[in-house]
């Protein structure tokens, strides 16, 4: 058996077999294809070398396992269905590979300039490469080092940003410490020359008194440049306070002067509010003085105001008015004596209302004053509620204005606001209440105390929806003397009806007695005044009265009828 091998596929890696074997096998196959056994001694020398069948390296099984795979190549099988010589056939595969290797030498040596241009380009493009390469290199650290610059930048833009942010706020400061410091050439020629009442001087004054302040607020900071204004300011808080106290006084003294309507120096004073402010926050004691003047000066005006109206508003009373002895029981054909006063005509119309209820009225409650002396022009005469209520309402008015210009001015509110009105107020206040005191203590006039009750009730009323609460102790001191009166009066007019002699009740007829006319028709005022502003104390008097009146009248069966 021959040495050569098919040329097959073999496995990429040979097996551990001697190089001299291997190298011997192409020789076998030429003696062979010569013609040879290829046994021969002269051409058949095996080199076995280190050749070791024993060995582990040399596994048969391997082998059968190539040789196999070789076999299931498509290319073997054909060539081993036709019956081709397998070593022809190696020859052939040769020879082809020969050729196409020489064709593709051909092809490379014609090619060989383009090949030779494209080492070229490859060559300059390795060199453009190269250089990209370097300029790349030499751009990243350009980044790099823009990168920390740009990063020293962003820090230093930081820092400028904070050092302008603290020189922002420094020159604001100081920007605002040196307007409230330096004090201009306008201000110092208007506050030295202008008028009180011109409007720059009232601006200037503000600006003044701003700059007292932030002076007064720096100098307790210590700030050294305050010392530099102090003085000039001085000298003219000093120069303006002069000036509005000079204003202010002559005001007060145009409220002197008769006939003088003093709402319109009122209005003006509180025009120029706040030059009583600048008064006080900078110059007390001439605040002082300006507020004792306006307040002497007010409660002697109202003091003579109103005393000199009430003296006036009761000459246009009527002349006829109830006396002690005008009560229910008594007869109107009762003798009087002969320096008694004259009574009423018919003593029937003091339990009469008629329109005498006109007066808590809407219209009437709030309508104008009287004024004495056009009535007594015209010879007009007013029943006592209706003087009540034009005195009282001319006080509910000017208490209120008095009130509210004393709050505005003055600045006060709550306790304060209310010393202020009672300094001015008091006076008039108590003059008031020693007249109703005068009056109501002499007076039988029910329906007109009650009437004056429910007006008191009325104005109390109108005067908590202004918020005015000055005069709300006059109010309650004024019902605690009317209520007592008015229940002292149904008392004498109970006991009057328990009194009553049967002897004299006159003869039995079918009419209504006159007791029992009068009661019916002063209830019925009594209840008709109390509906419009209802009071539980009116009721508990009226059934008092019910109760004490029908209890002692005595029956007309038991009177006998005169021979």
Request: with cysteine; aromatic share 10%; net charge negative.
């Amino acid at each position: 058996m021959g040495w050569g091998w098919p040329r097959c596929k073999w496995p990429a890696a040979k097996p551990a077999w001697p190089s001299a074997w291997w190298s011997r096998v192409p020789e076998e196959e030429e003696a062979v294809a010569a013609g040879g056994t290829g046994h021969s001694e002269e051409t058949l020398q095996l080199n076995l070398g280190d050749l070791d069948l024993t060995s582990d390296e040399f596994i048969l099984d391997e082998v059968d396992i190539h040789i196999q795979a070789n076999l299931e190549d498509a290319l073997v099988q054909e060539a081993l269905k036709t019956g081709v010589d397998l070593r022809q056939y190696s020859k052939q595969v040769e020879m082809e590979l020969q050729q196409i290797e020489n064709a593709s030498i051909k092809d490379y040596i014609k090619e060989s300039k383009n090949i030779a241009s494209l080492h070229t380009q490859i060559t300059a493009c390795d060199a453009v490469l190269e250089r990209m390469e370097a300029m790349l290199s030499s751009f990243q650290s350009d980044l790099s080092s823009i990168s920390c610059e740009i990063q020293t930048l962003q820090e230093q833009s930081v820092a400028m940003n904070v050092r302008l942010r603290n020189r922002q706020a420094v020159r604001g400061r100081l920007s605002q410490l040196v307007d409230e410091l330096v004090v201009p050439n306008i201000m110092i020629s208007t506050i030295l020359e202008t008028p009180v009442t011109e409007q720059g001087f009232l601006e200037q004054l503000h600006e003044l008194n701003n700059k007292i302040n932030a002076v007064k607020e720096q100098a307790f900071r210590e700030t050294m440049a305050c010392a530099d204004v102090a003085d000039i300011l001085d000298k003219l808080k000093a120069k303006a306070v002069a000036k509005i106290r000079e204003f202010i006084l002559q005001k007060i003294y145009s409220f002197r002067k008769p006939m003088t309507n003093y709402q319109i120096p009122q209005n003006a004073l509180l025009k120029y509010r706040f030059f009583y402010q600048f008064l006080l926050g900078h110059e007390r004691s001439v605040a002082k003085e300006v507020r004792d003047e306006y307040l002497e000066t007010m409660s002697k005006i109202y003091l003579s105001y109103f005393k000199s109206y009430t003296s006036r508003l009761m000459k246009v009373q009527y002349e006829e008015v109830a006396e002690k002895e005008d009560l229910m029981g008594v007869e109107d054909t009762a003798k009087k004596g002969f320096f008694s006063k004259p009574s009423l005509r018919n003593r029937n119309t003091i339990f009469t209302l008629g329109n005498r209820g006109s007066v808590i009225g809407g219209a009437e409650l709030e309508g104008p004053i009287i004024v004495p002396h056009s009535a007594q022009k015209s010879d007009v005469r007013y029943p006592f509620e209706s003087l009540f209520r034009s005195q009282h309402y001319a006080l509910l008015d000017n208490s209120c204005r008095e009130y509210l210009f004393l709050c505005d001015f003055f600045l006060v509110t709550g306790n304060p606001a209310l010393d202020l009105f009672n300094a001015v107020m008091g006076k008039t206040l108590a003059m008031f209440l020693k007249h109703m005191d005068a009056y109501v203590s002499d007076c039988y006039d029910s329906i007109a105390v009650f009437l004056s009750i429910h007006i008191v009730l009325r104005f109390k009323a109108i005067t908590a929806k202004r918020n005015v609460p000055a005069i709300d102790k006059y109010w309650d001191t004024l019902l605690e003397m009317l209520w007592p009166r008015f229940e002292h009066i149904l008392e004498l007019n109970i006991q009057s009806i328990q009194n009553t002699d049967p002897q004299k009740l006159g003869f039995l007829d079918t009419r209504p007695h006159y007791i029992t006319r009068r009661y019916a028709e002063f209830s019925s005022a009594i209840v008709s005044i109390n509906q419009t502003f209802p009071h539980d104390r009116t009721l508990t008097l009226l059934g008092q009265l019910q109760v004490g009146g029908t209890g002692g009248l005595p029956s007309r069966k038991k009177a006998k009828p005169p021979l």
